[in-house]
Nanobody
Framework: QVQLVESGGGLVQPGESLGLSCAAS????????KGWYRQAPGKQRELVAT???????NYADSVKGRFTISGDNAKNTVYLQMNSLKPEDTAVYYC???????????????WGQGTQVTVSS
């Protein structure tokens, strides 16, 4: 019903920046929350940042001051700007959304396929 496609992962050195984007498509009536989670090897998936349709943001303590989430409601897109990257930021980053679908307007959770971010010298 709804597809999330991420782009922008890659390999960077510590201290560098990287941007991720995620576009949602399909039978979307509205998206209430968009965001990013990440999962490092051997660890559970964890929240990185979320943004509501009203632009209210929420960040994990580990990324506050370094990462910025933004969204474009008209384009059903969410972005994550990651600055001052650290090796511990290395993970697969997953786009996430809670969307109401056409025609029922029932809300579901959706996940993207994930994009690898590696921070290493």
């Amino acid at each position: 019903q709804v597809q999330l496609v991420e782009s922008g992962g890659g390999l960077v050195q510590p201290g560098e920046s990287l941007g991720l984007s995620c576009a949602a498509s399909g039978r979307i009536f509205s998206i209430e929350i968009k965001g990013w989670y990440r999962q490092a090897p051997g660890k559970q998936r964890e929240l990185v940042a979320t943004i509501t349709s009203g632009a209210k943001t929420n960040y994990a303590d580990s990324v506050k001051g370094r990462f910025t989430i933004s969204g474009d409601n008209a384009k059903n897109t969410v972005y994550l700007q990651m600055n001052s990257l650290k090796p511990e930021d290395t993970a697969v980053y997953y786009c996430y959304a809670i969307a109401a679908v056409i025609p029922t307007r029932v809300r579901y959770q959706y996940w993207g396929q994930g994009t690898q971010v590696t921070v290493s010298s």
